[in-house]
């Protein structure tokens, strides 16, 4: 078969077809985390087989430039060889205690030392990171309310999956069965960039709010960057009404910029995040996550405290080793180096958009950019909140995802995510993408 478009034989995909059915008589929706199941574009999930640098290789044979990175954590690229070098002699030695081990003191130091954070405890998922900072904050201001912001996506927390964002934005889902009532009801949702609405929660509520949790900069319902000023708002506005201000940064963190997201905005202007949440890049593709923040909060932390938080691989030796060696590897060239691969691939794409008449708006924070390809009613003009960010036309993206997909470049599967590139994203690479792109864009064109 060839595809009439490139004239190149069309891609093979029947041993992923073989095990998407396999996986799905034992598994439900045949994944085990939703948005790999290509729900939101159609056709069959690509099963990888393995990866280096850039690219990856499907089971079928077929070899791809990466723009998921494992929905964040491979900022060095696939089996970096330094990484996979400290992973193998950690295995070697064992793979997990339940004691303390010396790996953890080292990241601990590692992260303590790039962030503002003063203690830090390691968990094994974002989710369990954003789950026991909230119950930390809790605890340690005595009050339940939370507030979050619609398309900010914190984890399946129970009390967080109320307008959360990517995946569920993907499926369409706007809350979820399964999480009782009780456990949203204390948790207040409001419009992102909305100054005007978080003062009016503070005033209503101020007295009853134990925390504010925000992404730093969201990338779970695409970029949509805080205005100027919005963070250290947030801050200031915790601040003046004794709730912590909670920056979640399990996207961004050792991503955005070497300072994670807080290095666009708070570094500079001088205000700190009483906690803080990490995960993805500081695993190193390894299952680590992370919270942090000031040492009189996280104090109230078991065993120095009453709050109790646990995890029986939390700080695991072969998780921590590899999150460290990335961290390590991690300088200030390899973020240069992604923030030139991530602009040239956004302004290729937007190029390629423009010229094929596609309404569209590109948008970055750091290294991190995503596409909305827009619907025909929607201004285009900078996506500000998830209202905005809804307003895509979904078939477009299905469409040119696709394309690139049929020319050996991996998207993520769905329209509210952030592509991501990598330290090991070189010319070649980078090519293959711009060389995608314009038959891509003629199809999400061919859509509306
Ligand atoms: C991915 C993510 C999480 C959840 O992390 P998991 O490791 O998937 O549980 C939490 N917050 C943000 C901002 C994320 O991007």
């Given at each position: ?11 093979t ?9 396999r ?10 985390s ?16 393995r ?19 494992s929905?964040g ?17 950690a ?6 205690y ?29 989710t ?28 399946h927390?129970?009390?967080l ?6 995946g ?18 204390l ?10 609405a978080v ?31 919005f963070?250290?708002f ?6 003046a ?68 938080q646990?995890?029986t691989?939390?700080?695991n030796p ?14 200030d ?10 602009t040239?691939?956004r ?55 696709h ?7 991996h998207?993520p ?36």
């Amino acid at each position: 078969m060839t595809d009439p478009t490139t004239s190149r034989p069309a891609r093979t995909t029947t041993r992923s077809a073989d095990l998407f059915a396999r996986a799905s008589a034992v598994t439900p929706g045949g994944v085990n985390s939703p948005v790999r199941a290509f729900g939101a574009v159609g056709g069959t999930p690509r099963f990888i087989t393995r990866g280096a640098g850039a690219r990856i290789t499907d089971v079928d044979g077929n070899e791809y430039v990466d723009l998921v990175g494992s929905w964040g954590p491979m900022l060095l690229g696939h089996a970096h060889p330094q990484v996979q070098e400290a992973v193998l002699a950690a295995v070697s030695r064992g793979t997990s205690y339940g004691t303390p081990t010396e790996p953890e003191v080292l990241l601990a130091e590692e992260i303590v030392s790039r962030t503002p954070v003063e203690r830090v405890r390691f968990t094994s998922s974002g989710t369990e990171a954003t789950m026991s900072a909230i119950r930390l904050a809790r605890g340690f201001t005595g009050r339940d309310v939370v507030v979050k912001f619609a398309g900010c996506y914190h984890g399946h927390v129970d009390a967080l999956l109320a307008s959360a964002g990517s995946g569920l934005a993907t499926f369409a889902i706007p809350g979820t069965p399964g999480v009782p009532e009780s456990a949203t009801d204390l948790t207040l949702v409001l419009p992102y960039n909305d100054r005007a609405a978080v003062e009016k929660v503070f005033a209503e509520h101020g007295d009853r709010i134990a925390c504010l949790i925000t992404e730093a900069t969201p990338g779970n319902m695409g970029i949509v960057p805080p205005e100027p000023g919005f963070n250290a708002f947030l801050a200031e506005t915790c601040r003046a009404h004794g709730a912590l201000f909670v920056s979640d940064e399990v996207m961004t963190g050792f991503r955005a910029t070497r300072l994670g997201g807080w290095g666009l905005d708070g570094a500079h202007e001088g205000w700190v995040p009483d906690l803080m949440t990490f995960g993805k890049v500081m695993g190193g593709g390894l299952p680590a996550a992370a919270f942090g923040g000031r040492a009189d909060v996280m104090e109230h932390l078991a065993p120095s405290g009453p709050v109790y938080q646990a995890g029986t691989l939390a700080g695991n030796p072969v998780a921590t080793t590899a999150g460290l060696t990335t961290l390590q590897l991690a300088t200030d060239e390899v973020y240069a180096h992604v923030d030139r691969v991530a602009t040239v691939i956004r302004e290729g794409a937007s190029a390629a958009l423009t010229q094929a008449g596609v309404p569209h708006v590109a948008q970055s924070a750091g290294t991190m950019f995503s596409v909305f390809l827009l619907a025909g009613d929607a201004p285009v003009a900078p996506v500000r909140d998830f209202d905005g960010a809804s307003r895509q036309h979904l078939p477009a993206y299905a469409a040119f995802f696709h394309a690139m997909l049929e020319a050996g470049v991996h998207l993520p599967p769905s329209a509210y995510e952030v592509w991501f590139c990598s330290a090991a994203h070189d010319d070649r690479a980078v090519q293959q993408v711009l060389d995608a792109l314009p038959a891509a864009a003629r199809a999400a064109a061919a859509t509306y």
